[in-house]
T-cell receptor
Framework: GAVVSQHPSRVICKSGTSVKIECRSL??????MFWYRQFPKKSLMLMAT?????????EQGVEKDKFLINHASLTLSTLTVTSAHPEDSSFYIC???????????FGPGTRLTVL | RKEVEQDPGPFNVPEGATVAFNCTYS??????FFWYRQDCRKEPKLLMS???SGNEDGRFTAQLNRASQYISLLIRDSKLSDSATYLC????????????FGTGTRLKVLA
């Protein structure tokens, strides 16, 4: 299957700092990438849909100025959590979608802990 | 009503048992259905897609009932390694690749 990488896998930062997470599709081109967040014992919640070369589409309740998404190429999307606070601590997972089938392949996730 | 609902479990079953999970979805326009498996603190991995006619992959059988808007997953001859959370996933409507995840059903297979 297609491979998606995420970097970093784990981040611990102080409150108020910004954190950038990268999502890469390694062996295919993904016109669409998705960003999810998962709190402990909860479901994955879609935060935004990232389309290459255009602005991301955010889900209701997700602040676009706080969660900046850039999808500059067909293999890379980045999520920046600006001015992170402890309530932003979560498991952030990206996925990349095959253009032909729409099937999503997930990255290994980034565990963010804000102190 | 949640868009995708699952019994959170946990389902504790002995090795070799057969176990079934159900999932209901609310959007009748959904066209793509999947079961994903998620291990603790890991990303979800596709277990199988679910087709209208039902499909089987080894010990796993998935069924779709469009009229009642539910999906099922049957696991036969459970193994210890089947212990995980099983996520029901539905696309959010016709022609869209957006996925809606259920909260997952936790399975523990006991020796």
């Amino acid at each position: 299957g297609a491979v998606v990488s995420q970097h970093p896998s784990r981040v611990i930062c102080k409150s108020g700092t910004s954190v950038k997470i990268e999502c890469r599709s390694l062996d295919f081109q993904a016109t669409t990438m998705f960003w999810y967040r998962q709190f402990p014992k909860k479901s994955l919640m879609l935060m935004a849909t990232s389309n290459e070369g255009s602005k991301a589409t955010y889900e209701q309740g997700v602040e676009k100025d706080k969660f900046l998404i850039n999808h500059a190429s067909l293999t890379l999307s980045t999520l920046t959590v600006t001015s992170a606070h402890p309530e932003d601590s979560s498991f952030y997972i990206c996925s990349a979608s095959l253009r032909t089938s729409g099937e999503q392949f997930f990255g290994p996730g980034t565990r963010l802990t804000v102190l | 009503r949640k868009e995708v609902e699952q019994d959170p479990g946990p389902f504790n079953v002995p090795e070799g048992a057969t176990v079934a999970f159900n999932c209901t979805y609310s959007n009748s326009a959904s066209q793509s259905f999947f079961w994903y498996r998620q291990d603790c603190r890991k990303e979800p991995k596709l277990l199988m897609s679910v087709y209208s006619s039902g499909n089987e992959d080894g010990r796993f059988t998935a069924q779709l009932n469009r009229a009642s808007q539910y999906i099922s997953l049957l696991i036969r001859d459970s193994k210890l390694s089947d212990s995980a959370t099983y996520l029901c996933v539905v696309n959010s409507g016709a022609g869209t690749y957006k996925y809606i995840f259920g909260t997952g059903t936790r399975l523990k297979v006991l020796a």
